[in-house]
């Protein structure tokens, strides 16, 4: 399932990869269009006239939750798979994370990050995001959203994505599933191409989408009787000051700018309830 939004320069290349897939599995594809002003549809559209298993429905416009929400409402499928508009899936994909969900119920597909992205911005985030699944704080694993396999038995048990999040709902996902007693499995055989914010304008904007919902995630697990790690904006702060000369290259550019917008996200976002 592909949530887009004015997806036009990148969707081709994901439908494409899909479609590409050597598998004797059957699959389909729900793409949901939030609202795109671009070709995003055309495009779409162009896929699911040559493959009867491609197809869109439009989302309700008020983000990628629930875009997503719609599409697994959208589908009868048994499993379902979220990949993101922008990314790639690899050769081998499909089959490797239909057998993951053969053996467990939520799965965490593998990132690659080299193929698409350029040499500047591949440190914003360093190398973590290839390394296995997410880890909240040491307390729980996470799927990303751009490569999570699910039963649907599991999202009639905890629901689906939060639509009140703007980022970080793979992590609450996650969370509520873990909190049921649900394993995340590891698919390392299950890699999605996964593309970085390449702008200085998209790493801040993601920057501060990321920084403004780690505190919002603190205080709703603390709530829920989790012992969560407060941030340290102090800290956070003095490094950003550390790599100001960074700012002289294309890479330490790209690198100050999205950990210096997760900061002013999370400051600007800490006292609120």
Known sequence: MIAARNAAATIAAQLGAI????????????????????????????????WPNIRMISGPGLGVSAARNAGIKASSAPAIVTVDADDVVAQGWLSAMAAALNEASLVAGALEIRSLNPARVIDTRGSRLTLGPGSYSGIFQFAHSCNLGVQRRVLDTVGGFDESLTAGEDIEFSYRCWRNGIHLAYAESAVVHYRYRTTLRGLWKQGIAYGRIRPLLRRRFAADGISVPPGNSARALVGIIKRTPSLFTGKGRANWVFNTAGVIGEISNRDRT
């Open 19 to 50: 479609c590409a897939q050597e598998t004797a599995l059957a699959w389909e594809v729900v793409v949901v269009d939030d609202e795109s002003t671009d070709g995003t549809r055309a495009i779409v559209d162009e896929y699911a006239a040559k």
